[in-house]
T-cell receptor, first 118, second 114 residues
Framework: AQTVTQSQPEMSVQEAETVTLSCTYD???????LFWYKQPPSRQMILVIR??????QNATENRFSVNFQKAAKSFSLKISDSQLGDTAMYFC???????????????FGKGTKLSVIP | DAGVTQSPTHLIKTRGQQVTLRCSPK?????VSWYQQALGQGPQFIFQ???????QRGNFPDRFSGHQFPNYSSELNVNALLLGDSALYLC?????????????FGEGSRLTVL
């Protein structure tokens, strides 16, 4: 079974500064996806960034980037130029790469509550 | 293009009652998954439906059951409600075998059991 650990229950950052959220995971799989999802007070889970384990290059999406260390099973999220709208719960999630119907099962961490301070 | 829609948004039930939650997937998606998110926790996988069949199931008792209709929409049913069933129930849709690993989530149904 896979496990995802987020060791920072809460974090805060000044507007326009940079913050890094940590995530570690445990799996015996070699091929998988890793995700960061954002959940604002509106409750809807929004995909922030996705990393495929077979790709060595770290994923980036505008102000969001990851540091993926496969051997260490570490997957941190860096948010640059933080904005007030970034205030939300952030969840790290793992998904096995599984061919065929019925795949796409996510295992989530417990989340990190990020507050961006004006 | 409508995203994932869920109903109702909020509901209150008492112990022992039964509840049905509904989900319409994003246009073009054929797979629906359900997650339970207790307060202050990450979502936990309940089960997944594809081609009107349950394909995968998480560690949830048989009181949790579901259904998928020919139009890909889905229902989650919970019988004999317990206080511990109080949670946000999230529906997510995806492409069964042709996608990129990305799930699209609805805004959830907040269930309170008294």
């Amino acid at each position: 079974a896979q496990t995802v650990t987020q060791s920072q229950p809460e974090m805060s950052v000044q507007e326009a500064e940079t913050v890094t959220l940590s995530c570690t995971y445990d799996t015996s799989e070699n091929n998988y996806y890793l995700f960061w999802y954002k959940q604002p007070p509106s409750r809807q889970m929004i995909l922030v960034i996705r990393q495929e384990a077979y790709k060595q290059q770290n994923a980036t999406e505008n102000r969001f980037s990851v540091n993926f260390q496969k051997a260490a099973k570490s997957f941190s999220l860096k948010i640059s130029d933080s904005q007030l709208g970034d205030t939300a719960m952030y969840f790290c999630a793992f998904m096995r790469t599984h061919s065929g119907a019925g795949s796409y099962q996510l295992t989530f961490g417990k989340g990190t509550k990020l507050s961006v301070i004006p | 293009d409508a995203g994932v829609t869920q109903s109702p948004t909020h509901l209150i039930k008492t112990r022992g009652q039964q509840v049905t939650l509904r989900c319409s997937p994003k246009s073009g998606h054929d797979t629906v998954s359900w997650y339970q998110q207790a307060l202050g926790q990450g979502p936990q996988f309940i089960f997944q439906y594809y081609e009107e069949e349950e394909r995968q199931r998480g560690n949830f008792p048989d009181r949790f059951s579901g259904h998928q209709f020919p139009n890909y929409s889905s229902e989650l049913n919970v019988n004999a409600l317990l206080l511990g069933d109080s949670a946000l129930y999230l529906c997510a849709s995806s492409l069964g075998t042709r996608g990129t690993g990305e799930l699209f989530f609805g805004e959830g149904s907040r269930l309170t059991v008294l």
